[in-house]
């Protein structure tokens, strides 16, 4: 098995300080089923490449089975484990580079926590769907994704493709997200584990998957495929990762499993929800949109996507959110004139910014619950008394529904500070209107329930100088 990461980044050899694996040495490293080894094919100051190789041990691998474990009898011994990169070669790779997936790198820290050019190629790696599935789970990761099909044999190639690729991903990542991606995505490819799942299994998943897969547009399928047929685990996996991403819609209300037909899709919540703000966007007719607090840029891609807005802006208190909506918009890719009307950048809406200033439409998306109440006044003077867009579309739960989620104990998310009830979504909207010169207007997102109203408030604030306009 062989994985092999390059950059160009300058110095390029300051990936030996990333991996923790100095570029002058060969290092190998025993495994439980064979032996990994950590070289550098080349390494200048344009160019660095390292490479994996784990060479597996078919006799020490069947001896470390566990009692009921998959493959028996003569597979223990003739299979494609030594060959094609899979679930061990995950394991390997995660113990090899556990301080790299970290994202720790004293020496280098600021590198550590930057995007950087890269390219990684394996091989040989089992992708049971096809090259199609690769693009489907790395290019919503911002990764450029070259999936070649292997065929059976070269001699006859009549018999068409193996269930194999050669893939090369390449794009501007941080190194520690890269292998988190391939240490969750390279089982998920071959759709099989070959090693014992514990207890734990969804506490790796939670951290390897941490900042990317809530919001993967994959990841149910993504999980199921990496628990396989742990069908306690999967259940409790979606439901952490439905909190995380605050979309439910894996988490059914019981006051719907009734009614619901079996062969009936359920839009998810957060879907519903960007379709709707999008909507309100586009019936408004406005043509420059600041989406504050854009996270890892779910919704932003949306607003890019769309020509009708001449401006395009996000922001975000976390940095890493603020490189993660670059990538998912491909910001570096796109030609000078696209990237005019884009403009990323970190900042906090409790201090007032000129860049947040100068939009037709502002958008908080599931935002304000993650403020503390304490620092909410803040948020309003710098939105609506000092940026002071025409128009402000704000969502937020509401709790009223949550009692329709079973598997739903607490917040929709652990870090939402507070959720409010209808009222008392009023009553704030209300008020922040009134103080400011706004008029406002209330709807639900999502499904409707008689008692409780929908799982999603929005808010729709119009400076009233505009519509005396």
Not at 162 to 176: D, N, Q
Not at 263 to 270: A, Q, S, T
Not at 291 to 307: H, N, P
């Amino acid at each position: 098995m062989l994985l092999t990461v390059a950059t160009t980044h300058r110095p390029a050899t300051d990936l030996g300080y990333l991996l923790h694996k100095h570029p002058d040495r060969v290092q190998r490293f025993d495994q439980s089923f064979g032996t990994a080894t950590v070289f550098y094919p080349e390494a200048s100051e344009e160019r660095c490449t390292a490479a994996l190789m784990l060479e597996v041990d078919p006799v020490r691998l069947a001896r470390s089975r566990r009692k009921g474990s998959p493959d028996f009898s003569l597979a223990q011994y003739v299979n494609d484990r030594p060959y094609a990169a899979s679930s061990l070669f995950a394991v390997s790779m995660g113990q090899v580079f556990s301080t790299a997936r970290s994202g720790r790198c004293d020496s280098r820290q600021d590198l550590a926590d930057t995007p950087i050019p890269l390219e990684v190629t394996i091989p040989v790696l089992p992708c049971r769907g096809g090259p199609g599935i690769a693009h489907r789970f790395f290019e919503p990761l911002g990764w450029t994704v070259e999936a070649e099909a292997l065929p059976l044999d070269d001699t006859f190639p009549e018999w068409g493709d193996s269930r194999y690729v050669r893939l090369r991903i390449t794009g501007t990542v941080r190194l520690a997200d890269a292998l988190n991606q391939l240490h969750v995505l390279l089982p998920v490819l071959d759709e099989s584990k070959h090693y014992w799942q514990g207890p734990d299994e969804v506490d790796k998943l939670m951290r390897s998957g941490e900042g990317w897969l809530p919001t993967h547009p994959e990841r149910d399928l993504i999980t199921r495929r990496y628990l396989g047929r742990a069908g306690a685990l999967r259940r409790v996996a979606l439901a952490r990762l439905a909190e995380l991403g605050d979309d439910l819609d894996e988490v059914e209300p019981a006051a719907e499993e009734e009614v619901r037909q079996p062969d009936e899709k359920r839009v998810p919540l957060n879907a519903q929800r960007h379709a709707a703000v999008h909507q309100v966007l586009l019936d408004a007719q406005v043509r420059s949109v600041i989406d504050l607090g854009c996270g890892s840029g779910q919704f932003l891609e949306r607003l890019v996507g769309t020509s009708a807005f001449t401006r395009v802006a996000g922001a975000d208190v976390s940095a890493r959110s603020v490189q993660q909506a670059a990538a998912r918009v491909r910001l570096e890719q796109m030609s000078e004139r696209q990237a005019e009307r884009v403009h990323l950048f970190q900042g906090a809406l409790t201090y007032e910014d000129d860049r947040f200033g100068g939009f037709d439409a502002a958008v908080l998306m599931e935002v304000v619950e993650h403020v503390d109440p304490s620092r909410l006044e803040a948020v309003e003077r710098v939105v609506w008394g000092t940026a002071r867009p025409d128009l402000v579309v704000v969502t937020t739960p509401n709790s009223e529904y949550n009692i329709l989620y079973d598997e739903l104990d607490g917040p929709r998310h652990p870090d939402h500070r507070f959720e409010w009830t209808r009222g008392e979504f009023s009553d704030w909207t209300q008020r922040v209107a009134s103080t400011y010169g706004y008029a406002v207007e209330q709807r639900g997102i999502g499904e409707s329930d008689t008692d409780h109203g929908q799982p999603t408030q929005m808010a729709l604030f119009t400076r009233k100088e505009k519509q005396d306009d």
